[in-house]
T-cell receptor, first 114, second 109 residues
Framework: EAQVTQNPRYLITVTGKKLTVTCSQN?????MSWYRQDPGLGLRQIYY???????DKGDVPEGYKVSRKEKRNFPLILESPSPNQTSLYFC?????????????FGAGTRLSVL | EDQVTQSPEALRLQEGESSSLNCSYT??????LFWYRQDPGKGPEFLFT???AGEEKEKERLKATLTKKESFLHITAPKPEDSATYLC??????????FGPGTRLSVLP
């Protein structure tokens, strides 16, 4: 089954404790992206990657890091989480070419930073 | 800067009562306008892509249309299972996507 898998689904942590949210897709997609979703603000893009070793900032990259060492994986790293990073996070992937604009989303990771 | 706004913020309809959702956008060189559906506790699910003014796409009770400044998602004779949040997004010359805040639709039986 074609899917985007995020882990963990729920995470509670404390300020300053480094964490990683994993994202993996099994569709051989080149494009991968991370979003955060906050009430009233919608989905905001954090980082995206056009392919392996190619990443770029979205609209809200501050406080986040990403890496794309393999095509299927795109982890989101919070080096020193703060309470304002409490949010619902989604990973997405899409193919290049004609179908490149159709993004497939994971089920989401709900993060609380205390 | 690319921007997307959506209205109304929330909409309650009776089953069978048709209506439209609005998505207004500003973008430098539209490379696509997208509609997604999001159910509570789930990730967004792709519905439509529109590329140029005048284009229309249909799927079951949903029809999306596009002008140079707006897109509409028309819902004909909705059913309770159409209840969800509907998201609009655009992609301009950059490789990033910009989403609107969404419209939360409730269809009452």
């Amino acid at each position: 089954e074609a899917q985007v898998t995020q882990n963990p689904r729920y995470l509670i942590t404390v300020t300053g404790k480094k964490l990683t949210v994993t994202c993996s897709q099994n569709m051989n997609h080149e494009y991968m992206s991370w979003y955060r979703q906050d009430p009233g603000l919608g989905l905001r893009q954090i980082y995206y990657s056009m392919n392996v070793e190619v990443t770029d900032k979205g609209d809200v990259p501050e406080g986040y890091k990403v890496s794309r060492k393999e095509k299927r994986n795109f982890p989101l790293i919070l080096e020193s989480p703060s309470p304002n990073q409490t949010s619902l996070y989604f990973c997405a992937s899409s193919a290049q070419g004609v179908a490149k604009n159709i993004q497939y989303f994971g089920a989401g990771t709900r993060l609380s930073v205390l | 800067e690319d921007q997307v706004t959506q209205s109304p913020e929330a909409l309650r309809l009776q089953e069978g009562e048709s209506s439209s959702l609005n998505c207004s956008y500003t973008v430098s060189g539209l490379r696509g306008l997208f509609w997604y559906r999001q159910d509570p506790g789930k990730g967004p699910e792709f519905l439509f892509t529109l590329y140029s003014a005048g284009e229309e796409k249909e799927k079951e009770r949903l029809k999306a249309t596009l002008t140079k400044k707006e897109s509409f998602l028309h819902i004909t004779a909705p059913k309770p299972e159409d209840s969800a949040t509907y998201l609009c997004a655009v992609r301009g010359y950059g490789q990033n996507f910009v989403f609107g805040p969404g419209t939360r639709l409730s269809v009452l039986p």
